[in-house]
């Protein structure tokens, strides 16, 4: 286990390899997306399947956690992760163009350069994820989480607004040019962040026995874990609601609600602003409560996944009223009650990580971010193709809207469940082992 933790600046700056990782992502699953169909008229599939592809490559995620904890720096690996990254989304930009006058060469190319964007964002974010999970004190572990997550989502925004206004006019060459700049910025930030980050913390490591145990014994080992199993399945059932409602939320505000396009993004961004502002106050609320954060954070969480059950049922109610029902305080306290799940999760995440019989951060972040990566696939696409499916059996718009948000109400209930039984008697074991940590900054 390593011996010494983070202090703020530190977090801070290990938050700025999440805002550039977020950079790079919102660039190659929503802008190429974007190009692909609106510019390019291509089918709406071919994005949909890359980007279900780039989900499927981070199942890797175990295997580039096991390599940070069999001694490889974690500093190392993260960089190592954000190079594959940056490459991934200048080739998957230039394939983009290649689509139109060479399908097969573009298809192809784009298949390589997304799994190359999911295999970067698996070891870099593994990899980051990890050595927060084994640096940061417990006491500073919810505003840790929220202090991150917070940074990710402000590099997707500003990436999508600086990109979107270089991307204007549209054209193949602008394409390549933004998609390049944003892929070195977010790499030169990252080798800035992380700069000198594990030698502040030496001694790296202290468990000898770690280099010995390889990946397939580390994941066996780790799945005999109860608190690993049910965590992993809590993980993927919440990411399963979370998502579900990505692609269908604008379509609902314009086709009941008559929103204008413009409006309906508006009203993206208020769930967005939501989000942020569940995250901000959790992490504030975490960090100055006394006594057993991990216990908190399983509150916050049950209560974050309940509130957003009751949300997504008065959504399904208001798609029946129409225009007369005040839709964005709903959608605003959507955002709200994901982001209080969120951040707390994520804080909790950091927790268990180091929770089991020998040291395994990395593999159990792995195994927990495969699980998010493919519960947000899967939820995704389910939302999209269930509204569909719902449309052709019921000749009531409003009712198909509303059995898809019931139904994801009603996944979020199971996760609230799940939430309030995770680990009760490894918790406190948890905390007390973390407590023993001394608490140093960098």
């Avoid at 573009?106 to 990899?127: D, E, K, N, Q, W």
């Amino acid at each position: 286990m390593e011996s010494a933790s983070l202090g703020w600046p530190g977090i801070v700056r290990l938050g700025l390899v999440q805002s550039a990782l977020g950079a790079i992502v919102v660039l190659a699953t929503s802008t190429l997306n974007r190009v692909m169909v609106v510019e390019m008229a291509l089918p709406a599939a071919l994005p949909a399947a890359l980007v279900a592809w780039h989900y499927a490559v981070q199942l890797s995620r175990p295997r580039w956690g096991h390599g940070s904890d069999r001694g490889i720096r974690r500093t190392a690996l993260i960089i190592y992760g954000m190079g594959i990254l940056a490459m991934g989304a200048v080739l998957a930009a230039n394939a983009t163009v290649a689509l139109r006058d060479w399908p097969f060469l573009g298809t192809s190319l784009a298949v390589i350069s997304f799994a190359m964007i999911g295999a970067g964002v698996s070891a870099s974010g593994t990899s980051l994820l990890a050595l927060l999970a084994s640096r940061v004190a417990p006491e500073r572990r919810p505003a840790a989480a929220a202090i991150v997550w917070v940074m990710m989502i402000v590099g997707i925004v500003v990436t999508a607004i600086v990109a979107g206004q270089l991307l204007d006019p549209y054209s193949a060459q602008r394409l390549v040019l933004v998609a390049s700049g944003v892929a070195l910025a977010a790499f030169v930030v990252t080798l800035l962040a992380v700069r000198g980050v594990e030698s502040w913390l030496a001694p790296v490591r202290t468990d000898a026995a770690a280099p010995a145990v390889s990946f397939s014994t580390a994941l066996r080992d780790i799945w005999k874990e109860k608190l690993a199993r049910d965590f992993t399945l809590f993980v993927f059932i919440s990411m399963l609601a979370y998502s579900a409602q990505d692609l269908i939320l604008e379509p609902f505000s314009g086709l009941l609600f008559g929103y204008s396009l413009g409006k309906s993004t508006q009203l993206a961004g208020l769930q967005h602003g939501g989000v942020l502002a569940g995250m901000v106050l959790t992490g504030a609320l975490g960090t100055l409560l006394r006594g057993d954060r991990t216990q908190w954070m399983k509150g916050s969480i049950v209560f974050g996944c309940a509130a957003s059950a009751l949300m997504l049922a008065a959504l399904s109610a208001s798609g029946f009223a129409g225009p007369a029902w005040p839709l964005a305080p709903l959608v605003f306290g959507l955002g709200f009650a994901n982001g209080i799940f969120a951040v707390s999760a994520i804080g909790l995440m950091m927790s268990f990580a180091g929770s089991g019989h020998r040291s395994g951060e990395g593999v159990r972040m792995g195994v927990w971010g495969a699980a998010q990566a493919i519960g947000f696939a899967t939820g995704g696409f389910a939302g999209a193709a269930g509204l569909d499916v719902m449309r052709r059996l019921v000749s009531s718009l409003p009712a198909a809207f509303a059995t898809i948000f019931l139904l994801e109400a009603a996944l979020f209930a199971v996760a609230a469940l799940f939430a309030a039984r995770l680990g009760r008697t490894q918790s406190r074991r948890v905390l007390d082992s973390t407590l023993a940590l001394p608490a140093g900054s960098a």
